[in-house]
């Protein structure tokens, strides 16, 4: 098995899982944080390997946050939920308001530009 490891292009392997975690938190998966927290540790591995030591203290803190990232995505209250999606319901009205408006505030600007125009054509 250690021959196996020393073989392997953890470098390679990052760059895999550096995308698919991407990919994963991209589309809301918390499994991304998980993947993400794997890739953390693949890191620590190289860092070690190549007397790069930086790395290891870095990605442990990496790895805490992703853990707790994780914890708050998979396994918040159900009022939590309920909050997010109360709030995610309330900007969609604000937003939606927002539209109407705007489209109102168009319409008399163009209203205006054509009086203007028919005016300056009767003067």
């Not at 918390?30 to 693949?42: F, L, P």
């Not at 505030?105 to 009767?122: E, M």
Request: one cysteine or more; proline letters at 2%; a positive charge.
């Amino acid at each position: 098995m250690p021959n196996l490891l020393h073989h392997l292009r953890l470098d390679y392997v990052s760059c895999v899982l550096t995308i698919l975690a991407t990919f994963l938190l991209g589309r809301k998966l918390w499994q991304g944080w998980v993947v993400a927290a794997v890739n953390s540790a693949v890191v620590c591995v190289i860092g070690v390997r190549t007397a790069q030591f930086g790395f290891v203290p870095a990605n442990l803190l990496c790895i805490a946050l992703y853990t707790s990232n994780l914890v708050t995505w998979r396994f918040r209250s159900p009022d939590h939920a309920a909050k997010q999606h109360s709030n995610a319901a309330s900007r969609a009205v604000i937003r939606a308001q927002a539209t109407e408006t705007h489209g109102a505030t168009q319409d008399h600007l163009a209203a205006a530009k054509q009086v203007g125009a028919s005016r300056a054509a009767g003067a």
